[in-house]
């Protein structure tokens, strides 16, 4: 290598570290500045569906995209202590959200970004992606279920707003329930020591539009609570459900068993007397 090359090559590593000790000795953005960054970016939402049943598993995306040309610091993204995904019900009559339980804005009289909270860079057109479902694993700062009434909502996330959503309550056809497999769960084989430990996986059939659709608990809960499932207008207090299966025929019934391991096999029955089954392991997730 000749001494030429050699002293380019330094002279290039010293203004590299010139250019990053310049950069790291700039000072921390103000709120303002990262709140003017953070409007700068384009947001899209993306659902699983546009009708969700009561107390049904929301899942989707949400989308962050800095659309400009130059690059911007914002709060870090989706972390835990950042703003939230809200749920708001919508004003179709004025395009506008209904507010109730608080806003997802941030007051630039207040620093909730201060120092040490995480910063992010993101260069022109770069986009970061995070995936909504209260079954994934992680997720702890998104709304799990739909709300508990019937009608048009929103997600909110920074302030932007997604397009509505319909939340809609089904008429429950059938239900059934499976017994938790460990002690306290009520394993048969090992004695219950207190029968109101008992946790149950419950299942549904729930008929909305001319579709059933077979749905579990996400939660354990208590034994023979099917006659509160059953409203005038449809289900209501189901607690949180996920749905794995559906039928254009009426469903007549619905059961399911546990194994050693946590899965379930679910079998129903529809108005033909065909019998279909499917099933999960322990965390809902769809088995061969």
């Not at 694993?137 to 959503?165: A, D, E, M, Q």
């Not at 546990?258 to 279909?276: E, F, M, P, W």
Request: aromatic share 10%; with cysteine.
């Amino acid at each position: 290598m000749s001494v030429r090359t050699i002293q380019s090559l330094t002279w290039i590593l010293i203004v590299f570290l010139n250019s990053t000790q310049l950069l790291s000795a700039q000072p921390r953005p103000t709120l303002e500045q990262l709140m003017d960054a953070r409007e700068k970016l384009e947001t899209t939402f993306t659902f699983s569906k546009q009708q969700y049943f009561i107390g049904e598993s929301i899942s989707g995306q949400v989308k962050l995209k800095n659309p400009t040309s130059e690059t911007l610091i914002v709060p870090k993204l989706f972390t835990v202590n950042g703003d939230s995904l809200h749920i708001y019900e919508w004003d179709a009559t004025n395009y506008r959200p209904i507010l109730s339980g608080g806003g997802s804005g941030v007051l630039l009289d207040t620093e909730p970004y201060a120092d040490p909270y995480p910063l992010q860079t993101l260069v022109p057109l770069q986009e970061e992606t995070y995936n909504f479902n209260s079954l994934a694993p992680g997720v702890v700062h998104v709304p799990t279920t739909v709300p508990s009434k019937p009608g048009t909502y929103v997600l909110s996330y920074w302030g932007r707003l997604s397009p509505p959503f319909e939340v809609v309550s089904p008429t429950l056809e059938a239900f059934g329930q499976s017994l938790w497999p460990e002690l306290f769960g009520g394993d048969p084989t090992l004695g219950v020591l207190d029968p109101i430990s008992e946790g149950y996986r419950f299942i549904f059939s729930l008929r909305w539009q001319n579709n059933s659709s077979i749905c579990l608990s996400i939660g354990l809960r208590d034994k023979g609570r099917e006659s509160s499932f059953a409203g005038p207008n449809g289900i209501n207090n189901v607690g949180e459900i996920a749905c794995f299966a559906e039928s254009t025929l009426p469903i007549t019934s619905v059961s399911g068993t546990h194994d050693g391991a946590k899965n379930l096999t679910v079998s129903y029955t529809d108005s033909q007397a065909i019998t279909r089954t499917f099933r999960v392991d322990e965390n809902l997730n769809l088995l061969p």
